[in-house]
């Protein structure tokens, strides 16, 4: 009788869709762990609700055996560098595709409300207006400035580069154009992709 071939699960499937990156060990670079973080800390200021969110969707995508719950999903993100509390354990590349499937997922849902912001800060910048002009962009630019102070190390090279509110406005307005990207159907290739971009010789 012939013998079975092992059934792989739907998450195994989706997380095959992101190439390997070529890199020399499967622990993911310093870069690609601070952009994840900053990506999910860009969507907690978009949505009150987002941390839970990120579990939502891990549990919707069959991603539980790598985003074991809300603490496992805090040591991940610990991974970034910049953090006050830092963990020095690795993130490994299955770990990142997860994260990564998480936040395309979200970026997904928050399509519109991203746009719109978006669209206001283009505006505004058109008219030589100041972003509080627009209530609910400022009130993005405000919640993500407060949860990047809180969550990440003062005394770190990287943090002190943002130490103005400009700075972190203008970080936060990034992250919202690399969500946007990241809500298309190819968006989690992209993001994957860029995460790595000089990393592979």
Avoid at 46 to 55: F, I, K, T, V, Y
Avoid at 76 to 101: C, D, H, I, W
Avoid at 186 to 196: A, D, M, N, Y
Wanted: aromatic residues 4%; charged residues 25%.
């Amino acid at each position: 009788m012939p013998v079975d071939s092992p059934t792989l699960s739907p998450s195994s499937l989706m997380l095959d869709t992101l190439p390997s990156p070529g890199l020399p060990s499967d622990e993911c670079p310093r870069r690609a762990r601070i952009q994840l973080d900053l990506l999910l800390l860009a969507i907690e200021a978009l949505d009150l609700d987002g941390s839970e969110a990120m579990l939502v969707a891990a549990r919707e995508l069959a991603l539980e055996g790598l985003i074991k719950g809300r603490v496992h999903l805090w040591l991940l993100r610990g991974t970034n560098p910049m953090r006050r509390y830092s963990q020095r354990r690795p993130l490994q590349l299955e770990e990142a595709k997860a994260l990564v499937m998480v936040i395309c997922t979200l970026s997904r849902r928050l399509t519109v409300l991203i746009r719109q912001l978006l669209i206001g800060y283009q505006q505004l910048s058109d008219k030589q207006l100041t972003l509080d002009h627009h209530f609910r962009l400022a009130d993005y630019l405000s919640r993500f400035r407060s949860h990047f102070r809180a969550r990440m190390n003062p005394r770190r090279a990287g943090v002190i580069s943002y130490s103005t509110d400009d700075k972190l406005d203008d970080l936060a307005v990034e992250l919202l154009q690399q969500l946007l990207l990241c809500s298309g159907v190819l968006g989690p290739q992209r993001l994957w992709s860029s995460l790595f971009d000089g990393e592979v010789a």
